[in-house]
């Protein structure tokens, strides 16, 4: 990276601050395991909502004096495109291949230029801002599970992972957390909406961080949502569904959820004692699908590769220190895979089973 790219970090730092005080940005403490995070939202971006977004842990020994990581969200005039932001808009930036590996490169930039959205994340001065150009082009990943790429930059510097998984904890052994994994479709979120009805804790549906630093592994509660299709089987077993948004690209319910100590299914933190990689039967035939491309064929024949796919595709960033994290994961719990039979009854079995196995 140049010098003059380095002190355009450095600037831009500056003028975040500066333009947050100025602009009465709203602010929202974020704290996440070891993580402490500041999100700064200026006023045209407060219909988002995204600090709902977030589950607010509490204050623990990690964060407690520990400067925050600002987050910045806000809406670009065409001044900012043509002074402070023009560098990162225009000057070339580091390729996939080099953001993979190379863990010294400490300051990234993004660009989405279908959604007109600039992503800048700069560890060396512990900012990060997502810049928009047209709220209607903001995609809804971007707003339901917000800052994915800031937040699994900043893990990986703690000894932490954001992992593309659901963890679970049974009512009966409320220490012994069930770290579910799986793609898109596999059935994490359906299966984590009718373990909640049935008395179940969760840390997250789709996105948890794995703390590394301990003897047993833990799991953070990073998001406070879940998403669930409304014709899910899960759905009739839900009481009093709180349906914040609507995803207009899949059609899930984003359902808004409450901690534990507020009466609700989300806990901040878990030790982790198992994984369970999960795909879906055919409902037609009972049969795993039997197609190269399908999740379930994956599964049988290499469930290791299986519990680490949709992680390194969805931030497919420090993709070395990622493996790394995913071996140790492996190395410190047993993983077991399993194919979820249709409707309510096929989820039953499932919870019987991870319950069964966590006594």
Known sequence: MSMDLQSDFQYLAR?????????????????IGPMHFALYVDPHSADFEIHKSFFTGTDNQSTAHQAPFRLYVMQTTSEQEQT?????????VPGLQALSGHAGVRQ???????????????????????AYAKPALVPPWELNSPFQEFIQLHAMERDCLLYHGACLIPPSRPEHGVLITGPGGSGKSSLTAYALSQGWKTTGDDHVLLDFRYEVLRSWAVYRNFKLHPNSPAVENLPDVNVWKVDPLTGKWIILDAADCEGGNFV????????????????????????????GHLLQRNPYVYTSMSTIQQIPYRVDTVLKRLKQLLQRVPLRTHFIDSGVSGMARTLDEMSAHSS
């Open 108 to 130: 990234f930039v993004f660009r989405d230029s279908a959604h007109q959205i600039l992503k800048v994340v700069d560890l060396e001065n512990r900012v990060g801002l997502l």
């Open 268 to 295: 901040e933190c878990a030790s982790v004692h198992s994984v369970w990689a999960i795909s879906l039967r055919s409902s037609n035939t009972g049969q795993v699908q039997n197609s190269a491309r399908s999740p």
């Open 15 to 31: 003028y975040l601050n500066d333009f947050a005080s100025q602009q009465e940005f709203q602010q929202q403490e974020i704290r």
């Open 84 to 92: 402070v932001l023009l560098p990162f808009l225009t000057q070339p």
